[in-house]
Structure formats: structure tokens, C-alpha cells
């Protein structure tokens, strides 16, 4: 690239191929579309050039590695310097099966853990509860008290491993768990570090694991953020999904668009809380989806980037270079494996993972090729695990910082991808912020027409999906799913009526009543939650006490 | 067809898992092919869904389940639609369902398993040609 022509001679002779060699093979041989497009339906252009990113400043809008706008990178040796934490997300049934399983994937070379809670734990219910019938143990571990915490991380020492945590309404209670298992085995808060996921907001908009409303779940969050500006330096306090935004049936501009959108509505309320936005905001992380159009997922990532680190200083006049930096955890997209020829999802994970390896991510989940099916067997997360260190170690594209950037046909996209979330970005502010939008389901209707469109362009064909609407077979029942055993919902019920008659019940009775009285009041509720778990309170009894004060949230239904 | 009465649908989410794409797909697609439908919405009881799918009059009731609580959930709502003298009401569930449970669903009492991948259009035809 350079000056040694003109772009107008270009134009010129992009014209001329155009009509001389262009046209005649097209009168011959039409295209196979009419039009191409993006997953996410951006219109693609059979050629890029130079033309296309002409207007583009190399220092604005790229930069260096580890330097606003942080396009090409947060950190200035990427790669070169360290890999990406290889974290996938585990655990089902008993806090002795998930231990086994996260000492299986550490002996496997896997560099960080990531707890996956079931369904009662993550909306605050006790496994005794007549709701978590049928659900405990089945989508993750089953959390009652500190006790199956204590077994959960047995042997493991959590001052080596960096765990992130799949929590949201109730993530004060289960970081304070963590932190009381730390201190038992001699690792003080200050030394831990991971992340837990504590954002509501996509719960409401896609996840559907809320528990409170939004103003009562907002305040629990930016007490987290003060805690641990204070005490846990190296924990990331909340991690900004957009992977379920995408999942629930987002484009790829929608899922940057609304999940900074959250983000924004995050710092304006701890802003609002009194925090200065360099305290907390070093510690926000994202999480974002990557799906199978390779190119247009690289751009996500790099426009995402450049455009948070845009908000934060234009928007909150961030002044740590940390505070500007959007580093990011990636999931491979579930919602594109497929139960047809459940092999073929190896290969969608690989394309996917090595996106968000392009695209710069700080840490990978794989997921495991019958996951469309049930949980992943032992085998199915040992071959997503070594995609991951195939790409690493293998493919070279380690080697070098932004390997695609300058590539014209990436840079256009992730500018396209900036200036379209942008603009939902303002429509969303003119609805009042990300938590109005929600509440007028904005979001959830934007996601849902997304995901309609998807199908039915799966239905008319016009969306090949390999296996599924071509290329199918006929194909035996898949074999060795795993099974989570039916009884852990009756062992973690034997768990919980020995645990409540062997604890103080006389403290476990004063630490709700504090707890009860400090809800009411403005103060941080973290010190109250953490005096609740030492006393052994079950994760149940402290969320009933907060749902009796903060009242339960009910979602507006859009179809 | 001579039959002139619109079909009424219930899309119920029973549990307490929150994934609601595909239920949501569903309901809209039966709605354009002009059934009136009904989305419960996430966290449904058992008791709720049957309470719901009587006040409301419905021919069907779909249940969407990704949790793995299937085998619990799914003969639980006909139970009840069966202590209700509902059990004209035609029920049918999806989601990630392992193909091993689907012959005790079945035995059970749900109509048709749909798993993923499953074209809304193959669920359109299946419910017309199912409700009396």
C-alpha cells in the first residue's frame, strides 16, 4: 500500500476490469447468489481495495498493540509473549464429580477453571426447594453452602489457578464463598484471581437467570465493584456477556451493540454510586460469542475493542489506560453445533476458536462436539480442549500481533460493525439507557426478529447448514452421552438437612438477621454476605432474605 | 379442510432453565401460520402451565426444555392435565432432549419429541394433523 499511484487510478482501473474481464465471465457464468451477506447480514462485496478503507487513519483508528484505541490488541506482545488462558466451562452433579472433573482438566494442560452452577444455584434456590426438582446438578454443579464450595476446590490451590465463576443475581454470595474457601486454605482475598460474571442485565435480556429487580441487582453489583476495588485487585469483577445475547439469536452488530450498551449502563451506575471510573473500571471484562463467519468475527472482536475504548475516554473521560482496555473471555457459539452428524461440530468449533484467536481474546472456551446432544463427555472436552492448543501451538497464527489487520476486506467490516453499533448504541440511549431498553424490550425484540430471520432463511435453504438442510443422512442414535446421575438432587438434599443440624443455627440466625437489617439500609452488603457464609447460611436462606427485602423481578413477555 | 376453528397453541417454558430462543421461534412461526398462540413466558410450574393451557382454552400445549429436566417436567404436566380431565389437550415438547428418553416421553403421554434442528414447518404440519 502506499502513494505510488493515485486511488483515482485505481478506481479507474478496478473499472476496467470490471467491464473487460468482469462482465464477460458473469454473462456466462452468473454468481450463485444475487447478493451476498454476512451471518449477520452485512452486504459483502465480491472485492475489497484499497478503495474501500481509503478514509481510514492508521494511527486513530488501529494504532499499536497495547495502545488506544487498542484495535490490534490490549496487550503490546499479544501472543508472542503469552497464550491466552485455555478455560473451559465445567461441572454438573455434586461438587465431588465437578472436583474430579476440574482435576481432570487441569492434568490436561487446561490453565484456568470455570465453574458452571445449575439452574437453583443460579437463581438462589436450595436443592430442597420444590422448584429445583429435576434441575439439580443438571447444567452445572449444585452449590448449596460453604460445605460443597469446601469440596469443589478440594486440593486445588487458588492461589496458582485463576477461576472465572458463571454467576450472576446471586454472585455475591458465591464470590464470598470463594473467599472463605480461600482463607481456609491460606490465600488471602488480594491474591485471587478470576472473574465472576455478575451482569443482570443480559439476564434479563436473553440468560433469564434473575432473581431481583433491576435496582436492587444494580446495587449488588456495585458493591462487588467497591469490595474489590478494595481487597481483590487481581479479580475481575464482572464480565459483560454479550455470548448469550448472540445465543439468544443476535447479529453479530447486536451482540457488540447491546452488550457495551450494558457495559455503559454499568459504569454510569457505580459512577452514580460514588466510584471514581478508574477504581473499578481496570477490573470490567466481556465475554463475547464467536460464531462461524471467520472474517466477520475477527472484526467484531477488533471493533469492539476500539469502540469501548472510544466510550471510556470520550464518554467517561477514563484516564488509566486500563479503564479503556476491553479485554475479553470467548465462548465457541452453541447455538450453531448440531445434533446431525455431531462430528461435523469439531470442525464449526475449530473455524470458531481460531477467530477469536485472530480477533485477539484473552481466554477460550471450546465447546465439545455433542454439546447440541447433552453435557460433553470426558472424550468431546479433551479433543475441544486440543483444538485450542492445535491453534497454539500448530497453526502459526500465534506468531505475530493482528495478523489480519490491513486485510481491506477486515477493516471494512470492522468499521461497518463500529459505526452500526453505534448507532444502536444511541437509539438505546434515547430509550433511556440499556435498562429502559429492556424494559420496553427493545433488546429482546431486535434479538428475536434476528433469530427468526435466521430460521426461516434456514427454511427456505437460502442458509446452507451442513447436515442439517444438506448433505444429510440417516444416523444411529449417538452413544456414550454423559449422564448426570438422577439421585444428586436426593444426596444434595441428605447434604443439607445434616449441614442445617449440625451448624450454629443461633449465628446463622443472627448473620440473616444483620443481613436483613443492612439490606435495607445503602451500605455494602458484601462484609454482611460474607459474616452469612462463614456461619454456613445456605445460599437459599440469604437469597429468600434478599427476596423478601429487594422484591423478585418479573419479565415482560415479546413475541 | 372444512374445519374453520383456529388452533390454539400454549409455548410453555416448565423450570427453571431460560432459554427461550427456540420456544419463542416456535410460537412465532405457529402464529404465522395462523394459530393463535401463547408464550407462558420463563419459570413455569407444572401447575401453572396446565392451569394456564385450561383457562386459556388451548388445543396445544408445547413444552420447551434445554435444562435436562425433561424426564421430570414433561410427565408431570400430563399428570395434572390428566387430574384435570385435560387430557384431550395435545402435548408437545422440545428441545435438548437425548434420543434415549424419548420412548419413555412418549410412553408417558407427550405426542411428538422435536429436537434440535427440527423445521418449524415439519411442527406446523404435525400439530395440524394432530388436533381433532
Known sequence: ?559 | MSCTKTIRVLIAKPGLDGHDRGAKVIARALRDSGMEVIYTGLRQTPEQIVEAAIQEDVDVIGLSILSGAHNFLFPRVIELLKEKNAQDILVIGGGVIPDEDIPGLKAAGIAEVFTPGTPTSKIIDFIKSHVK
Open chain 1, 1 to 559: 500500500m502506499g502513494d505510488k499511484y493515485s486511488l483515482e487510478k485505481l478506481k479507474e482501473e478496478k473499472k476496467n476490469w470490471e467491464e473487460t474481464k468482469l462482465n464477460k465471465v458473469l454473462s456466462k457464468h452468473p454468481e450463485r447468489y444475487e447478493k451476498f451477506y454476512t451471518n449477520s447480514n452485512i452486504e459483502v462485496e465480491r472485492l475489497y481495495t484499497e478503495l474501500n478503507v481509503q478514509d481510514m487513519d492508521y494511527l486513530e483508528e488501529l494504532g499499536f498493540p497495547g495502545e488506544y484505541p487498542y484495535t490490534r490488541g490490549v496487550q503490546p506482545t499479544m501472543y508472542r509473549g503469552r497464550l491466552w488462558t485455555m478455560r473451559q466451562y465445567a461441572g454438573f452433579g455434586t461438587a465431588e464429580e465437578s472436583n474430579q472433573r476440574y482435576k481432570f482438566l487441569l492434568s490436561q494442560g487446561q490453565t484456568g477453571l470455570s465453574v458452571a452452577f445449575d439452574l437453583p444455584t443460579q437463581i438462589g434456590y436450595d436443592s430442597d426447594h420444590p422448584l429445583s426438582k429435576g434441575e439439580v446438578g443438571k447444567v452445572g454443579v449444585a452449590i448449596d453452602s460453604l460445605k460443597d464450595m469446601e469440596i469443589l476446590f478440594d486440593g486445588i490451590p487458588l492461589d496458582k489457578v485463576s477461576t472465572s465463576m458463571t454467576i450472576n443475581a446471586p454472585a455475591a454470595i458465591l464470590l464470598s464463598m470463594y473467599i472463605a474457601v480461600a482463607e481456609k486454605q491460606g490465600v488471602s482475598p488480594d491474591e485471587l484471581s478470576g472473574t465472576i460474571q455478575n451482569d443482570i442485565l443480559k439476564e434479563y435480556v436473553a440468560r433469564g437467570t434473575y432473581i431481583f429487580p433491576p435496582e436492587p441487582s444494580m446495587r449488588l453489583i456495585t458493591n462487588i465493584f467497591e469490595f474489590c476495588s478494595k481487597n481483590m485487585p487481581k479479580w475481575n469483577t464482572i464480565s459483560i456477556s454479550g455470548y448469550h445475547i448472540r445465543e439468544a439469536g443476535a447479529t453479530a452488530i447486536q451482540e457488540v451493540a447491546f452488550t457495551l450498551a450494558d457495559g455503559i449502563a454499568y459504569v454510569e451506575a457505580a459512577i452514580k454510586a460514588g466510584l471514581s471510573v478508574d477504581d473499578f473500571a481496570p477490573r470490567l471484562s466481556f465475554f463475547f460469542n464467536a460464531h462461524n463467519d471467520l472474517l466477520e468475527e475477527v472484526a467484531k472482536f477488533r471493533a469492539a475493542r476500539r469502540l469501548w475504548a472510544k466510550i471510556m475516554k470520550e464518554r467517561f473521560n477514563a484516564k488509566d489506560p486500563r479503564s479503556m482496555m476491553l479485554r475479553f473471555h470467548t465462548q465457541t457459539g452453541g447455538s450453531t453445533l448440531t445434533a446431525q452428524q455431531p462430528d461435523n461440530n469439531i470442525i464449526r468449533v475449530t473455524i470458531q476458536a481460531l477467530a477469536a484467536v485472530l480477533g485477539g481474546t484473552q481466554s477460550l472456551h471450546t465447546n465439545s462436539r455433542d454439546e447440541a446432544l447433552a453435557l460433553p463427555s470426558e472424550d468431546s472436552v479433551r479433543i475441544a480442549l486440543r483444538t485450542q492448543q492445535i491453534i497454539a501451538y500448530e497453526s502459526g497464527v500465534t506468531e505475530t500481533i493482528d495478523p489480519l489487520a490491513g486485510s481491506y476486506y477486515v477493516e471494512h467490516l470492522t468499521n461497518t460493525i463500529e459505526q452500526k453499533a453505534r448507532e444502536y448504541i444511541d437509539k438505546i440511549d434515547k430509550l433511556g439507557g440499556a435498562a429502559k431498553a429492556i424494559e420496553k424490550g427493545f433488546m429482546q425484540q431486535e434479538i428475536q426478529d434476528s433469530a427468526y430471520r435466521y430460521q426461516m432463511e434456514v427454511e427456505s435453504g437460502r442458509r446452507i447448514v451442513v447436515g442439517v438442510n444438506k448433505f444429510q443422512i440417516e444416523e444411529e442414535p449417538p452413544k456414550g452421552l454423559l449422564k448426570v446421575d438422577p439421585e444428586v438432587g436426593i444426596m444434595q438434599e441428605k447434604k443439607l438437612k445434616e449441614l442445617k443440624s449440625s451448624r450454629d443455627n443461633i449465628a446463622v440466625g443472627q448473620a440473616l438477621k444483620e443481613l436483613e437489617q443492612v439490606a435495607k439500609t445503602d451500605d455494602n452488603l458484601m462484609p454482611v454476605i460474607l459474616k452469612c457464609v462463614k456461619s454456613y447460611c445456605t445460599l437459599g436462606e440469604i437469597c429468600d432474605i434478599l427476596r423478601k427485602v429487594f422484591g423478585e423481578y418479573k419479565a415482560s413477555i415479546t413475541i
